[in-house]
């Protein structure tokens, strides 16, 4: 009695359930179908930009590496023009002092002969005229006259020559120590030029290495996240795939539920077990209480372990264990067409499976310990409980 209140009232819901969920599961579906597209299209848009981004970047960072390279050229040219400068600054620095020597050198010898000279000019002064008239008179002949004359005269243009080869040497190292020093202190500002200019390059260089780590990171950071949206993009392709076998396998199977036309075979449906019939559809009276009950089945007597196989092929609506039921099995035949299989042992079919006509579905149990094994099986239409035994092949 209580079996067969229970199948009643989950045959009786079902069809509005199972027709509701279908309607609510191909809404959520499609929802849910549209709800990823449009996430799949957000990422793939967003797979562009960053893509986009990448490409910017790779720019940047490909002008920043031509503009670093530069300057490590200009810094390596600079340090060689250093190295050179400061050869050159060794150079004329020894050539100065070299010069400072000569020109001392030539200071003291220059002094030496201007102090001889300046005796000879004092002792020509005091003889003057009479120094002359004095060589003339003393001279013992006219040609020591003469020699002691021509000798005068030598001296003293030996001693003119003296003072202006020695003021000439002496302005020509001057002259040219004054260029050494000039070129020196021109090298020396050159140099200190080139030093700030090469600190301006190596700040230079280091911030426009501090440029390139930086686009470095941010590349890396936009490959991440691409990497990041790919995988996102792939992860919601899957999705998208298994709503869309979802979409079709649901589609499938109203097809073939459609083409699966259950009244056509009332009458000369198998007997979904081999057994006697032990209780009928319909009202009946027991035997000891004199109660009246209703069956909307029928109660099958078949050996414990025995096949139960579908009556025809359909999808398994509802596959569960029941309290005080037992395993139960609905089939949906289509256009509201269901079957019921309780009592059950063991059941081979999983909610949704596709199964054909003559298919076993599961073993014969009891409904209870104390009870015959036998198989509980009902067909209804929509709501309505039908009489399987009009549907069932006479036996």
Not at 121 to 148: C, K, N, V
Request: aromatic share 4%.
């Amino acid at each position: 009695m209580a079996v067969a209140v229970i199948a009643s009232v989950l045959l009786a819901v079902l069809p509005g359930v199972t027709a509701t969920a279908q309607t609510q599961d191909g809404d959520q579906l499609q929802g849910a179908i549209a709800k990823n597209t449009g996430k799949l299209q957000k990422l793939r848009d967003e797979i562009t930009a960053g893509k986009n981004r990448i490409s910017h970047l790779n720019d940047q960072e490909n002008e920043v590496v031509r503009g670093v390279e530069k300057i490590q050229r200009d810094i390596e040219m600079s340090r060689k023009l250093l190295v050179q400068m400061a050869e050159r600054e060794r150079m004329l620095n020894e050539r100065s002092k070299l010069l400072g020597q000569e020109l001392a050198t030539s200071s003291e010898d220059f002094a030496g002969r201007r102090e001889t000279l300046a005796g000879s000019l004092r002792a020509m002064y005091l003889r003057g005229e009479r120094g002359e008239l004095e060589g003339i008179l003393t001279a013992q002949s006219f040609s020591d006259m003469m020699t002691r004359l021509k000798l005068q005269r030598m001296l003293a243009r030996m001693e003119a020559q003296l003072v202006s080869e020695t003021r000439r040497q002496a302005s020509t190292i001057l002259h040219d120590k004054k260029q050494q020093e000039a070129a020196l202190a021109e090298l020396v500002r050159s140099r200190l030029d080139m030093d700030r200019e090469n600190d301006h390059l190596e700040l230079l260089l280091a911030e426009q290495q501090a440029a390139l780590r930086d686009l470095k990171d941010q590349r890396q950071e936009v490959n991440d996240h691409l990497l990041e949206l790919s995988l996102n993009e792939q992860k919601l392709t899957y999705v998208l795939s298994d709503l869309d076998k979802q979409r079709e396998a649901r589609a499938a199977r109203q097809d073939s539920l459609a083409d699966n036309h259950l009244v056509e075979l009332a009458g000369i449906l198998e007997w979904p077990v081999r057994g006697a019939l032990l209780r009928g559809f319909g009202r009946s009276v027991h035997p000891k209480f004199q109660t009246v009950t209703l069956n909307n089945g029928v109660n099958i007597a078949a050996t414990e372990g025995a096949p139960v196989a579908a009556v025809a092929s359909g999808v398994v609506e509802f596959q569960d264990q029941l309290p005080g039921f037992g395993q139960c099995v609905i089939l949906d035949h289509g256009q509201g067409y269901y079957t019921l299989y309780a009592f059950l042992e063991r059941v081979f079919v999983a909610a949704g499976a596709r199964v054909a006509k003559g298919q076993v579905i599961a073993e014969v149990g009891r409904p209870s310990a104390d009870e015959e094994s036998q198989l509980y099986f009902e067909i209804r239409k929509g709501r309505t409980p039908l009489d399987p035994e009009q549907w069932l092949r006479t036996r």
